[in-house]
């Protein structure tokens, strides 16, 4: 698997698909780079997406890109992957998994989940990107240096993709001694936060506008707008989407204001 030769790998740039779960773009924008290096002219598509599950069906080798939270999976990622178990026998599967600071063995969890539903692990790959929370000052960086951690990102995709076409892909979050640092590292001590749902999600009411845009980028329907001023409910996956969107601002989750609007755009 993922070893061919030249004339295969011209036939298998038109079958390889990616997808992925992204909140503020760091992941779309991981998967996306990494297929555009190995030549691929098939889109990624996100979990959310109705044609995801069809993509999946068909092809044979796939990319499955998610931001680790706490060293674990998004609760929308790992809910996706056992909903439909049944798709992923047999296939041969590549995760990139990224992060704002440290996840240990961010790609051998999900990995872990999807072998027990028969599918091959090809590799693992940790990238290093601007952190998604807005709403915690410590974990703010300058401008530039999240330009530059974009770089190193793609730098590391490129290198990553040459050895892959090697036959050697990276096993980044694979095996028992990454799977002991998430364990370890962040998963023990906050195991809780990403079993369920979170009901955390606060919003203003005095800043909010009802404009409706968290509603509408919301990937739970977990937010609606009543009568002029949004509201949450508990299913929130904690993906920062809307924190991020606000216009105004309104919307925080683990701190108690915003302190800077994500978006990798602004660093490309």
């Known amino acids: 698997m993922w070893q061919k030769t030249n004339q295969q790998t011209e036939s298998w740039r038109y079958v390889m698909t990616g997808i992925y779960f992204s ?3 760091n992941t779309k924008f991981c998967v996306d780079t990494f297929l555009k290096e ?22 044979n080798e796939i990319v499955i890109g998610y931001p680790v939270q706490y060293s674990n ?25 990224t992060m ?8 051998g969890i999900l990995a872990r989940l ?25 974990l703010k960086r300058s401008f530039e240096e999240n330009k530059k951690i974009v770089m190193k990102a793609e730098e590391k995709i ?62 739970m329907g977990n937010i609606a707008v009543k009568n002029g001023i949004a509201a949450s409910s508990d299913k929130c996956t904690m993906c920062y989407r809307c924190i991020s969107k606000c216009p105004t601002q309104a919307i925080t989750l683990l701190g108690k204001k915003v302190i800077e609007q994500n978006d990798v755009s602004k660093y490309l």
């Not at 999976?73 to 998994?97: C, L, M, Q, T």
């Not at 091959?120 to 940790?126: D, R």
């Not at 195991?191 to 919003?203: M, R, V």
Request: with cysteine; charged share 20%.
């Open 100 to 107: 704002g600071l440290f996840s240990g063995d961010g790609a």
């Open 158 to 219: 490129c290198k990553s993709v040459c050895n892959i076409k090697n036959g050697k892909p990276p096993q980044e979050g694979l095996g028992i001694v990454y799977h002991f640092a998430g364990l370890f590292g962040q998963r023990l001590y906050f195991f809780w936060k990403t079993q369920k749902y979170t009901d955390k999600l606060k919003i203003n009411t005095i800043k909010c506008i009802g404009c409706g845009l968290c509603e509408k980028l919301c990937p």
């Open 114 to 138: 999807l072998k027990n539903y028969g599918a091959i692990i090809v590799g693992g790959l940790h990238l290093k990107m601007p952190d998604s929370i807005c709403d915690e000052k410590a």
């Open 38 to 59: 190995y030549g691929y002219s098939t889109n990624s598509f996100s979990i959310e997406d109705n044609e995801t599950l069809g993509r999946i069906e068909n092809e």
């Open 23 to 25: 909140g503020t773009g």
């Open 73 to 97: 999976i998004p609760k929308i990622v790992k809910d996706y992957i056992i909903y439909n178990r049944h798709i992923w026998k047999g296939k041969s599967i590549f995760i990139i998994a």
